[in-house]
């Protein structure tokens, strides 16, 4: 089975960009699709972006044109390239295998703090 940690937080101005990287272990990883949620302070977990085992991907309206998710199956790595950095965007962010009828799988990691702040 799969297993999925995240790394490349940190604090970043408004306007930066940070890329967060979702690292994998154990076999499958070609024929997953992945995700990418975020939970601020407050508030509960919220979907950021997908991407299917073809490369499709799919985003939050919050989101789109300012991150961009990929993978790249020879590093079994899926990426989270943050652009245009907003204060709202400040949150804790996941990664977790997605299925294709678009449920979670598996457990919650501990993951990346990203702090937009000035």
């Known amino acids: 089975q799969v297993q999925l940690v995240e790394s490349g937080g940190g604090l970043v101005q408004p306007g930066g960009s940070l890329r967060l990287s979702c690292a994998a272990s154990g076999s499958g990883f070609s024929i997953i699709g992945v995700g990418w949620y975020r939970q601020a302070p407050g508030k509960e977990r919220e979907l950021v972006a997908t991407?299917?085992?073809?490369?499709?991907?799919n985003y939050a309206d919050s989101v789109k044109g300012r991150f961009t998710i990929s993978r790249d199956n020879a590093k079994i790595t899926v990426y989270l390239q943050m652009n245009s950095l907003k204060p709202v965007d400040t949150a804790v962010y996941y990664c977790?295998?997605?299925?294709?009828?678009?449920?979670?799988?598996?457990?919650w990691g501990q993951g990346t703090q990203v702090t937009v702040s000035s």
């Open positions: 977790v295998e997605v299925s294709p009828f678009g449920r979670t799988r598996g457990s």
């Open positions: 991407i299917t085992p073809g490369g499709i991907t």
